[in-house]
């Protein structure tokens, strides 16, 4: 098929190479959304020689359709709703609170998986590219920008291979930059996009954060 990736490691170096300009840069840092935006954003950070850390996001399932997302939940408390689907299904108010406690503790499960005993990477006054392997509706990628928009990023750019033309639209009006591969106005689901497109398991995150960490020299990898 045209305009399909390889794998996720290629879409991610393609990326990369869009991305350049903030190569070497001390104040630059990827965030990946886990699970499938870390191998895309380790590419770019190995790339570009930045440290690598993740954004936990959780998307909120419609209760009875868990593929179908209302909203996300982010860390730092951010809650994100997708109000078209809400209003469309009748979503109350009990049932997001519901599902949003849930996804709540699973973030934090999944934050202490990722990074074990390290701490987040300090985000004020830093420039983040925040990395996603695709992006369908972009509820999950605005509860990541909305939590960044809280700790004061100075600079906020979006890279991901491959989203849905409407939604990137949508994301260039609250982030400084939108680098997208491909913006299909027909998009199917992310997976349609690429040759290989297995899932990444949380051994594979973890051990892609720690092998970044190794990359990156330590005078540009200050902890938080």
């Known amino acids: 098929m045209l305009n399909q990736f390889q794998d996720r490691t290629a879409a991610?170096?393609?990326?990369?190479?869009r991305l350049l300009a903030y190569a070497h840069r001390a104040d630059v840092l990827v965030l990946a959304l886990p699970r499938g935006g870390v191998p895309v954003a380790f590419e770019i950070a190995k790339s570009l020689l930045v440290p690598l850390d993740v954004l936990v996001v959780r998307k909120l399932g419609v209760p009875?359709?868990?593929?179908?997302?209302?909203?996300a939940i982010a860390s730092g408390g951010v809650l994100v709703l997708n109000e078209r689907v809400v209003k469309s299904l009748g979503i109350s108010q009990e049932d997001i609170n519901r599902a949003a406690a849930f996804e709540r503790k699973l973030?934090?499960?999944?934050?202490?998986?990722?990074?074990?005993?390290?701490v987040p990477y300090e985000v004020k006054d830093r420039t983040v590219i925040l990395v996603d392997d695709?992006?369908?509706?972009?509820?999950?990628?605005?509860?990541?920008?909305s939590a960044l928009h809280q700790q004061h990023c100075a600079h906020i750019v979006i890279a991901t291979p491959v989203a849905?033309?409407?939604?990137?639209?949508?994301?260039?009006?609250i982030v400084d930059e939108v680098v997208c591969l491909l913006k299909p106005e027909l998009f199917f689901a992310v997976?349609?996009?690429?040759?290989?497109?297995?899932?990444?398991?949380d051994e594979e995150v973890h051990r892609l954060l720690e092998e970044a960490a190794r990359i990156v020299p330590a005078q540009n990898n200050p902890p938080a």
């Open 12 to 17: 991610g170096q393609l990326l990369a190479a």
């Open 107 to 118: 973030l934090q499960q999944r934050e202490r998986l990722y990074r074990g005993d390290r």
């Open 164 to 173: 849905a033309a409407q939604t990137c639209d949508e994301l260039e009006t």
């Open 134 to 145: 695709g992006i369908a509706t972009g509820a999950t990628m605005q509860a990541a920008v």
């Open 64 to 71: 009875g359709e868990e593929e179908l997302a209302m909203g």
């Open 191 to 201: 997976s349609y996009w690429y040759e290989h497109f297995e899932p990444t398991s």
